[in-house]
């Protein structure tokens, strides 16, 4: 299982913990695939590499005009030029990260472990405020506002020029939630975030509900096995986005009308990306996925990297970008999935979905290094 478990009944947690404890007393770790020989069908080139620091969460890696903003476990921030891979700005906070960045390309959001959204303001540090709880998921920074869905299902707006609170939004919180990076973006004036297995639209200046549409329903016998969150990873395009439950389903609505498409069954634990026409994912076991975007039917499946450690996906031109544990970066066609290209890093599993900004494919490593690609 991918993903992490909070805690927040400790009941329930031990005795999930002893369930998945004999599970694992009673099987191996399914062994990776073998790789297929590489067919270097791409040229591909590095054009630049920088350094952040280990990465210890999940990062999400923002772009603003041609910046990346990124951050460490150890409480760097920086803003790196996506052309030339120059540090823009750089900053050491006197504080360890576990969720960032978020961005608006002037104010950089993260949190720290002892639960502080901190803002910097072109890399200084402008205010910092406590968080009623603990969260893997980055801030999301936008007109003046600063929002955090935090582990206990809490979302608090805060005013980026002063940090004060303006509002707060509180669900119901399950005996146990993912303790994952979830689901929180902006739909015109509308802040769109990820409760349980539902995509809720609220009105970003008061916080008051506006829709609520469920991709995914709690299922199981037990708290574990009923975990049906929103991952990390959305796949927007116009109006339409298109999300992931955690091993439960993907499923897509249209986030201004805050109505449904389409919801299918599918286990995965990572998010989405594509375009107009398809939609891509990988799967718990490895495979990588094509879905038809319109309605949810498979178009092809991968089952070439099962058990590697796959992370979301990236659509680049005619090629699909996915990164492994291992460090690995493989290009496949998005046509029909085929192996086109095989990259190595540092040895590191790939510590964010990559990202493309104008020509530059943007690489980070768990160790750090942040790597620039772009077509020979």
């Known amino acids: 299982m991918r993903g992490s478990l909070l805690i927040v009944s400790r009941f329930l947690a031990i005795l999930a913990m002893g369930a998945l404890l004999v599970g694992c007393a009673s099987s191996e770790k399914p062994k990776p695939s073998e790789l297929e020989p590489n067919p270097s069908l791409l040229g591909i080139k590095q054009a630049w590499v920088n350094g952040l620091g280990t990465i210890g969460f999940a990062l999400s890696v923002r772009e603003f005009q041609g910046q990346i903003f ?44 002892d639960n502080e959204v901190i803002l910097l303001d072109a890399g200084k540090e402008l205010w910092r405020q406590k968080l009623g709880a603990s969260t ?90 009923r975990l049906v969150d929103l991952v ?51 799967e718990g076991d490895g495979k990588l996925v094509a879905w038809n975007r319109a309605d949810g039917e498979r178009i092809w499946v991968n089952d070439r990297l099962r ?32 192996l086109l290209q095989r990259i190595p890093t540092d040895n590191s599993p790939i510590a964010a979905s990559p990202i493309l900004v104008g020509q530059t494919l943007v690489v980070v490593t768990r160790l750090g290094k942040v790597l620039g690609f772009r077509p020979d």
């Open 70 to 113: 990124l951050a460490s476990s150890d409480g760097m921030v920086a803003a790196i030029g996506a052309d030339s891979g120059q540090d823009v700005w750089r900053t050491k906070l006197q504080s360890a990260l576990v969720a960032g960045v978020g961005s608006d390309g002037r104010y950089a959001a993260v949190v720290s472990r």
């Open 136 to 225: 893997q998921t980055a801030p999301y920074v936008a007109g003046g506002r600063v929002f955090v869905l935090a582990g206990d299902r809490s979302i608090a707006a805060f005013d980026a020029a002063t940090g004060r609170k303006l509002w707060q939004q509180q669900r119901a919180v399950d005996p146990l939630i993912l303790g994952q990076a979830g689901v929180i973006f902006g739909a015109g004036d509308a802040l769109v975030v990820g409760w349980g297995g539902r995509l809720v639209g609220l009105n970003s200046q008061s916080g008051t509900i506006r829709w609520d549409v469920p991709i995914a329903n709690s299922r199981g016998t037990n708290e574990v096995e």
């Open 232 to 282: 990390a990873g959305v796949s927007r395009v116009g109006d339409v986005a298109c999300v992931r439950a955690f091993q439960s389903a993907v499923g897509c609505i249209n986030v201004v009308k805050g109505s449904p498409i389409w919801s299918k069954p599918a286990n995965g634990s990572t998010g989405l990306h594509g375009d107009a026409t398809t939609l891509f994912g990988t």
């Open 307 to 338: 058990f590697r450690g796959l992370g979301a996906p990236l659509l680049v031109g005619r090629s699909v970008v996915v990164g492994d544990q291992a460090g690995l970066l493989h290009f496949f066609s998005r046509e029909d999935g085929s």
